[in-house]
């Protein structure tokens, strides 16, 4: 069964950072490429990041390029997004899922809360 776990959210003030983690079970982590998504409140979710599964590639949505970066430890069965100079409009929670700018699976874990605010 496929799990997801999200965590590293909180509270931050705006320029501040946080570093998400992803941990993943149930599917062959290494062999898939892996991706972050946020949603707002009342909206779809949107992709935030991608990383392929080897020789990784990145992709990013404009709006965080330059300011967040995935990463991934195969070791670990575990993703990160590092999150620097966080904006107020970075509110959001923030999920992984499998698949390469769309999610692969249906579930989705639990989410993590990101509040950029003075």
């Known amino acids: 069964q496929v799990q997801l776990v999200e965590s590293g959210g909180g509270l931050v003030q705006p320029g501040g950072s946080l570093r998400l983690s992803c941990v993943a079970s149930g599917f062959a982590f290494h062999f898939y490429a892996m991706s972050w998504f946020r949603q707002f409140p009342g909206k779809e979710r949107e992709l935030v990041a991608s990383m392929s599964s080897a020789n990784p590639v990145k992709e990013y949505a404009d709006s965080v390029t330059g300011r967040f970066t995935i990463s991934r430890d195969n070791t670990k069965n575990t993703l990160y997004l590092q999150m620097n100079s966080l904006r107020p409009e970075d509110t959001a929670v923030y999920y992984c899922?499998?698949?390469?700018?769309?999610?692969?699976?249906?579930?989705w874990g639990q989410g993590t809360q990101v509040t950029v605010s003075s």
């Open positions: 899922n499998a698949g390469w700018v769309r999610p692969e699976f249906a579930g």
